[in-house]
């Protein structure tokens, strides 16, 4: 790949235009059909095209003061509902229903507030080009910050912490109850964000049960693919309600192990109202591939492989890094940190006690060559194809110090994360080109992933035998086919509840589902770059019509007594149209823009060249729709001498 030539950088009155749209800011109607931003970004049939694109014009048309202004609508993201009475159990998912990550539950009885995690997700470049990731909306406790008593963490996956530095103070920095491993990676991340303010951690030991508020909560642990995972039991008048975090189940040839019989019996044995459960995994049949079945593989290619072995996988998959490292001493092999989240990870592993390391088990890279092949395992990250990170730079030759070969064995234990195909497949052709040996998930059974499928959903939700049920975290289809197989199972259909996020869910009498018509503003919260907010639709649509449709600038000097132009207006493009094939268009485009100031100018006295720049804009854009069927983003800079 060569990488292309940095563009010319634009004149500097070209960035002066944003303030010209009237609709910035997160409180007007930016969200079309009142609220929810339609899935999927770009039209892509050939029909779709001219539909979003003409959308694109009227938006471009909207002007302060013009017909299409006025007030500020309402919007559904607006609804605040009052705080619940004494007889009802509310329940909102303020993120984590309608997608993978940025997971936040709330739970509210007895006057107390609870919430449950607060991670982040990644974007996708298509609906949020350049944004980092995008975090639950937290309004709901904002507004009611004074109920907020605490912050339970299920574990450490950043779908599950991520969002901790960015959220906490917005609704009053509450403390944060989760178990050791999850303190300490909270407390890590937190060293990269120094002015975001300290968190209030308690551990608590899975098993405990603690008032908090007026409410007792129990504490308990659960099966995932990092140490420290826990549910939470929440007790309410009415009984519990049941979040079991990320989760899957242990198994001997789909038979749940004694100790899950065990726990999840005694939680069954209660009095239970809502259970909410993991259904990331919920779309794959039976029981997942047990644990101890990935180690033996594992264990077998590490002890066979005759080259260099590079295992790519999750730094947050700890359980797995620890048997890796385990395996490796095992066979008298040296181990090669490739990443930083890997030695963050392993560090904090360490830290906790999860791993003792023999010394020199670990070398560093430019050692590798003092001991033969055979001897040597490379831990790396970026298994999900990411970027920058270790197993791309080596697949694609940009790493300092290693370099793939025909002799080497490269094992991706992950799955591919919804989303990552397309990294992936570069991935694998890039360590394919480069002549290794590729192993990975389909081939044979190294990776398990953390979350029960669709047979140990069903179990648990047996055992538990709550009234009423709530698949989450997951997409639509997730939550949809958990619900489905759960019904199966032999739930009443009418017990659960498929939500979206936003949803107020509230319980009256521990008897019947009351769901409120209108949602919580549930609209991501983005961090784009440094900054932190609402979801900055300007600046996302400004992005997307970039991305689209390129941009126009025109740059005219206008003489301000006679309203003429001083001479020809220049104009200059990126990502629009090849404008050395376009020279007939240019040139009416030089005459309009000519004729257009000059009329609008005429009988004006002083000239109003903001006036004259949207007048500008409009006639430009549509003059340029009408010939390209293409909408860019067009900046009149008018210079008045
Ligand atoms: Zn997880």
Do not use: C
């Amino acid at each position: 790949m060569t990488p292309a030539p940095a563009p010319a950088p634009a004149p500097r009155e070209a960035s002066g235009d944003g303030e010209r749209r009237p609709d910035h800011g997160p409180r007007t109607n930016n969200f079309r059909d009142g609220g929810r931003r339609p899935r999927g970004g770009r039209g892509r049939g050939g029909n779709s095209r001219p539909g979003r694109a003409s959308r694109d014009i009227r938006r471009i048309l909207r002007r302060p003061g013009g017909p299409s202004s006025g007030a500020p609508q309402k919007r559904v993201e607006d609804y605040s509902p009052a705080a619940p009475t004494e007889n009802i159990v509310r329940v909102i998912p303020l993120g984590g229903v309608e997608e993978v990550g940025r997971n936040m539950f709330v739970v509210e009885t007895n006057g107390d507030i609870f919430v449950f995690d607060a991670g982040f997700q990644f974007t996708s470049e298509d609906e949020s080009p350049g944004v980092d990731y995008i975090l639950p909306n937290t309004r709901y406790l904002e507004e009611n910050q004074d109920r907020v008593r605490a912050v339970f963490i299920t574990h450490g996956h950043l779908d599950h912490i991520g969002g901790i530095p960015f959220l906490m103070a917005r609704f009053g920095n509450p403390p944060i109850y989760t178990q050791n491993l999850s303190a300490v990676m909270i407390m890590k991340r937190q060293e990269e964000y120094p002015d975001m303010p300290k968190p209030n951690i308690v551990v608590v030991e899975a098993g405990s049960t603690h008032t908090i508020g007026h409410t007792k909560v129990h504490f308990f642990p659960v099966t995932h693919s990092i140490p420290d995972s826990m549910g939470i039991s929440v007790e309410t008048p009415y009984g519990n309600v049941i979040v079991t975090g990320d989760l899957k189940v242990e198994h001997i040839d789909n038979v749940p192990v004694p100790e899950e019989e065990k726990k999840w019996s005694a939680l069954g044995a209660q009095n239970n109202l809502l259970f909410i459960a993991d259904s990331t995994s919920s779309e794959i049949d039976g029981f997942s591939v047990p644990e101890q079945k990935v180690r033996d593989t594992l264990e077998d290619i590490i002890k066979t492989v005759k080259g260099r072995l590079i295992i790519g996988t999750f730094a947050s998959q700890f359980d797995r890094m620890v048997n890796i490292i385990r395996i490796a001493e095992k066979y008298n092999k040296k181990i090669v940190m490739e990443g930083r989240s890997i030695k963050t990870n392993l560090e904090i592993a360490q830290k906790v006690g999860l791993l003792t390391l023999d010394k020199g088990t670990v070398i560093p890279a430019q050692e590798m060559g003092d001991y033969p092949p055979d001897k040597i395992v490379i831990l790396a990250t970026g298994a999900q194809g990411e970027e920058f990170a270790a197993l791309m730079r080596i697949a694609t030759k940009q790493h300092k110090s290693i370099t793939f070969n025909d002799r080497d064995t490269v094992v991706l234990s992950s799955s591919v994360i919804p989303g990552n195909e397309l990294s992936v497949q570069k991935l694998k052709d890039n360590l394919l080109r480069s002549g290794v040996n590729l192993l990975h998930y389909r081939s044979s059974d190294v990776h398990s992933g953390g979350h029960a499928r669709s047979a140990e959903l069903v179990w648990i939700n047996k055992k538990v035998n709550a009234k009423f049920f709530m698949p989450a975290y997951g997409y639509y289809s997730m939550t949809a086919s958990h619900a489905k197989a759960v019904e199966q199972g032999g739930r009443a259909k009418d017990t659960i509840v498929i939500a979206d996020n936003g949803m107020v869910i509230d319980i009256v009498d521990g008897e019947r589902l009351d769901i409120h018509k209108q949602k919580v503003p549930s609209s991501p919260l983005i961090v784009d770059g440094f900054s932190i907010g609402d979801m900055q639709e300007v600046v996302i649509r400004d992005r997307q019509m970039l991305a689209k449709d390129g941009m126009f600038v025109v740059i005219a000097t206008v003489n301000l007594k006679t309203g003429k132009l001083r001479k020809s207006p220049d104009i200059i493009s990126r990502g629009f149209v090849y404008l050395r094939e376009s020279q007939d268009m240019l040139n009416q485009a030089r005459l309009l823009i000519k004729k257009t100031v000059e009329d609008s100018t005429q009988g004006m006295n002083p000239i109003d060249l903001d006036y004259v720049k949207n007048t500008l804009s409009d006639t430009l854009a549509g003059f340029l729709f009408t010939r390209t069927n293409k909408a860019p983003m067009v900046i009149p800079v008018l210079i008045g001498v």
